[in-house]
């Protein structure tokens, strides 16, 4: 039976408890009594004064002090020795005071230490709360440093998919189906990380029925698993298992936000500086935000290579920017907002690890209390540090964002089918083929696969069958073999290698490593027609 939630998406915030920091009063102890007394109360003695009787006593107790020296000469001269030294001690407490100065470095210390492990309790407690809602795990489990899981290919692979919520903290209509999709792959030995956007309207083949029937857009995956968000786990794994479907990869972990997260992790920092990049040369516009501040000015509205400090409601609104009413300078639509939901995210994970966010209490608090009440991933608390360390050790320059829709590259495309407007790989609908070995090629790719230098390779003076070997040989590395064939009639080095362009640096490193030559940037000696970038000439082997 579903029950009744506070937020369309099924996170329920978690209640606040008491109030760290309070005061408690000490009742102060009354001041004792320390003067001397002979055991009467009313009765105070006189240091120095004989008692009354002392007189009649005093031959009797010198005698036997005396016997006891003749009897037990050792252990009295150490009962004396012993005295001597506390009257020295005594002595020079008196003549040597204390310095005041010390005294209050001394309490100074005492109480910065005490503030400093407040503090520390303080984002242990916050810290505490927020792991139980968001991790899976215990949370003394944060002692261990486990490894994150990998693939075959030695990467992990995180799906990160938002819900919407008003910023208000209200809900509407298709609140469970995924405004955002995400996948983010990480190298923990290489120190690199891959950011790849999902097209929310991709048409895809649903695991079973839904309410929308067995096939429809990807955003609707989560909406049909999770029966409209109330089972969480269900509607995780099958988003999970269809963006590996069509990535290619093997998605261990999944990081489920809403729009709440993004306002209140970026504001928890103190805002993300984000430079604006389009096509067109006013820069961006988009009229559907303008209700925020009731129409009195264009809420996004950027010049081009502006770069501008946004708080967390306004990096939201560039996050769902697609030229809106009359807009302009995101006329790719949707494929436009994703580049800019990357950029936020790298802006807010390079602000979050920066010394200034992470010595802040009020930001590291703050930061756990946005993703306590607004996150849920199947990430384990024992696996925690680990990701911490990476989100660290990664530069920013490693993080790379890989498009769907470049010049170069364009693999999906718009379109109609059953009456909607649907995104659709080139190659046809529901034919992934093309977008998972791009995928392949940059994520799990050495450089020079990312390259994919187009080579020819020719025999100039050896065997019959040579030139396809050492085809066969470069293929393998990642070259992509244009040509084999034979060269003209001339006389050759043992191997000659030229290089058509400069843009494959990586490819021409190789290559003179694996030929044990130097690379010829001047023109070859023979005709090359088509997309050549090397040739290569294998010439009479010489003794």
């Known amino acids: 039976m579903k029950q009744p939630r506070s937020s369309i998406d099924g996170f329920i915030p978690r209640r606040p408890g ?60 150490k009962k004396l020795t012993r005295l001597q030294q506390k009257a020295l001690k005594r002595q020079n407490r008196m003549q040597r005071p204390k310095s005041r100065v010390k005294r209050v470095l001394k309490w100074l210390f005492i109480l910065l230490l005490i503030a400093a492990l407040g503090v520390g309790g303080f984002v242990a407690y916050r810290a505490f709360i927020a792991s139980g809602n968001v991790f899976e795990g215990n949370f003394f489990d944060l002692i261990q440093n486990e490894p994150l899981k990998e693939d075959k290919n030695g990467r992990s692979n995180f799906l990160v998919f938002g819900t919407a919520e008003d910023s208000e ?117 988009d009229r559907n935000f303008d209700w925020k501040c009731n129409y009195t000015c264009f809420y996004v509205k950027y010049a081009q290579g502006e770069t501008v400090l946004l708080d967390g409601e306004r990096a939201l609104a560039l996050s769902r920017a697609r030229n809106a009413q009359g807009g302009y300078g995101l006329e790719g639509g949707n494929f436009d907002r994703e580049k800019n939901q990357q950029k936020i995210l790298k802006a807010l994970r390079e602000k979050a690890v920066s010394a200034g966010t992470l010595t802040n209490v009020g930001k590291v608090t703050g930061l756990i209390d946005a993703l306590g009440n607004n996150l849920r991933t199947n990430i384990q608390t024992k696996e925690i540090r680990t990701l911490m360390a990476l989100g660290n050790e990664i530069a920013s320059d490693s993080i790379i964002q890989l498009s769907l829709v470049e010049e170069e590259n364009f693999l999906v495309t718009t379109g109609s089918f059953n009456g909607q407007s649907i995104v659709r790989p080139v190659a046809g609908l529901l ?14 790719a050495s450089p020079i696969t990312r390259e994919a230098a187009k080579v020819v390779v020719l025999n100039g003076g050896r065997e019959s069958g040579v030139a396809q070997t050492e085809a066969d040989r470069l293929s393998e590395l990642g070259f992509d073999i244009l040509l084999v064939g034979n060269a003209s009639d001339a006389v050759y080095d043992e191997v000659e290698i030229y ?16 030929f044990g030559v130097t690379v010829k940037t001047s023109q070859p000696p023979v005709s090359v027609v088509g997309e050549a970038e090397f040739v290569i000439i294998l010439g009479p082997l010489r003794s």
């Open 18 to 77: 008491a109030e760290l920091g309070d005061l408690h009063e000490r009742e102060t102890a009354a001041p004792i009594d320390r003067s001397l007394h002979t055991g009467a109360d009313d009765v105070r003695a006189i240091v120095g004064q004989p008692r009354p009787g002392a007189e009649l006593t005093a031959r009797s107790d010198i005698a036997e002090s005396l016997r006891q020296i003749d009897d037990e000469p050792d252990q009295t001269e």
């Open 169 to 285: 903290g209200g809900t509407h209509s298709g609140g469970n189906l995924t405004d955002s999709i995400m996948v983010i792959s990480v190298d923990q030995d290489k120190k690199d990380a891959y950011l790849i956007s999902l097209p929310r309207d991709l048409w895809v083949r649903y695991q079973e029925t839904c309410t929308v029937g067995n096939q429809g857009k990807l955003n609707a995956v989560y909406f049909c698993a999770s029966d409209d968000g109330i089972d969480e786990v269900a509607g995780a794994a099958a988003l999970q298992a269809k963006a590996g479907e069509i990535l290619g990869l093997d998605i261990q972990y999944y990081v489920h936000l809403n729009f709440t997260a993004v306002v209140e992790g970026i504001d928890a920092v103190g805002g993300v500086e984000v430079t604006i990049e389009t096509d067109n040369p006013l820069g961006i516009l």
């Open 431 to 444: 034919d992934y083929r093309e977008i998972r070995d791009y995928v392949n090629k940059n994520v799990n």
């Open 499 to 514: 290089q058509l362009t400069d843009t494959k640096p990586a490819s021409a490193s190789s290559l003179a490593q694996t």
